[in-house]
């Protein structure tokens, strides 16, 4: 890979914001949570947002980039890691931005017939429906600055991870910035701590694939020293054989437990 070069030739470096961190739950009997990763990446000229969440996400998404002192219009390029609704359904709310989405798995996703299961329909519609403000792209572009795609197939056909060669994270235990580094946006071809440390995954078209996938970007942590971001968990780093959340991990729910009581808190962490 080559290095993106910026002013006088030194590397160009984002910093990288989540909006919200990622969790790894699920329930058999509501479906799936959908509590996916979202990142910005900030270098100055671009605000990059890694996969663009739920529908449920919206406010949370509003807010998040408030808190950096910016709005919806001012994001410029929306990564999508794969087609699931979870990942995909709001990409619309970015005026200004361009979409990237890997060309075979949008093809993929548009031969589904309806109703197949995470696949949103109208959103693969949309996506196929745009002329301008959509980029497709391959495994192995460079299609920004510093940015590169990595195929990293199994949980779909044609999944992508995304890795930045520079970056400064805020994903240490005391919220502030860590130090310059990689990272690595898996998606969900790493969902959580438990598919990167054994490489026994969960809701895969293929495990064969998935299992590579993640030996492909294992090995990338260890030669870059990186961090890896997984598509349902906070920031994961390796640390010799271990791998280790690099914050807590915690979900806030509340739950109205009778007719008579106030909510409950069950907050997961």
């Known amino acids: 890979m080559q290095t993106p070069n910026g002013i006088g030739g030194a590397p160009r470096g984002y910093s990288a914001h989540p909006l919200v961190e990622g969790f790894p739950g699920k329930t058999a009997s509501h479906g799936a949570f959908g509590w996916s990763s979202l990142w910005l990446l900030d270098d100055g000229t671009r605000r990059v947002l890694v996969d663009a969440g739920q529908p449920a996400y919206i406010p949370l998404i509003h807010d998040g980039l408030a808190r950096l002192g910016l709005a919806p219009s001012d994001v410029t390029d929306v990564l999508l890691t794969h087609m699931h609704w979870d990942h995909v359904a709001n990409f619309t709310m970015f005026e200004n931005a361009t979409t990237w989405v890997g060309e075979r798995e949008l093809a993929w996703a548009a031969d589904q017939p309806a109703g197949t299961k995470f696949i949103p329909d109208l959103h693969v519609q949309e996506l196929l429906r745009r002329t301008d403000g959509v980029e497709r792209v391959s495994a192995g572009d460079e299609i920004l600055p510093g940015i590169h795609t990595i195929a990293s197939p199994g949980h779909t056909p044609h999944h992508l991870a995304f890795f930045a060669e520079h970056a400064t994270s805020t994903t240490d235990n005391t919220g502030n910035a860590g ?58 780093a390796m640390d010799g054989g271990q791998v280790l959340r690099l914050r807590e991990q915690r979900a806030q729910i509340g739950f109205f437990a009778d007719a008579q009581g106030d909510e409950t808190d069950r907050s997961i962490g």
Do not use: C, Y
Request: proline share 2%; net charge negative; aromatic share 2%.
């Open 179 to 236: 130090t310059a580094g990689s990272l690595v946006f898996a998606g969900d071809a790493v969902k959580n701590i438990h598919e990167l440390a054994t490489s026994r995954v969960d809701s895969t078209m293929d495990e064969d694939q998935s299992v590579r996938s993640i030996d492909r970007l294992r090995s990338l942590l260890t030669d870059t020293g990186g961090v890896l971001l997984p598509g349902h968990d906070v920031g994961l």
